[in-house]
């Protein structure tokens, strides 16, 4: 395993044992998100770099582009459910109350 795999394979996974382990907020689970998807980016940017191929080259784009999606959403329901809980604790959010 390169030095380069080695970084982005465990920025995915502090990410996802950020998320799976850090539940006190939805701000904290939202960030841990996006850098799971920002590791995600690089490492298919440097893929299709290290190909030297056109076939993927639109695929970073349109991961970048549903990162940013997802982002947005999540800061809208963050803030809706501020605004109808009063905080963003992920203790206090019930799902099956609207």
């Excluded at 191929?53 to 549903?66: E, N």
């Excluded at 963003?88 to 609207?98: A, E, H, I």
């Amino acid at each position: 395993m390169t030095p380069t795999h080695f970084a982005f394979s465990s920025m995915f996974m502090l990410g996802l044992a950020g998320l799976a382990f850090n539940r006190t907020h939805l701000l904290s689970a939202l960030l841990c998100l996006e850098g799971m998807m920002l590791s995600l980016f690089i490492a298919l940017a440097l893929w299709t770099l290290q190909l030297n191929s056109t076939c993927f080259s639109a695929s970073p784009m349109l991961l970048l582009a549903f990162s940013a999606c997802e982002a947005s959403a999540g800061l809208a329901l963050l803030v809706a459910s501020a605004r109808t809980h009063g905080t963003d604790r992920l203790q206090s959010l019930n799902l099956l109350q609207c």
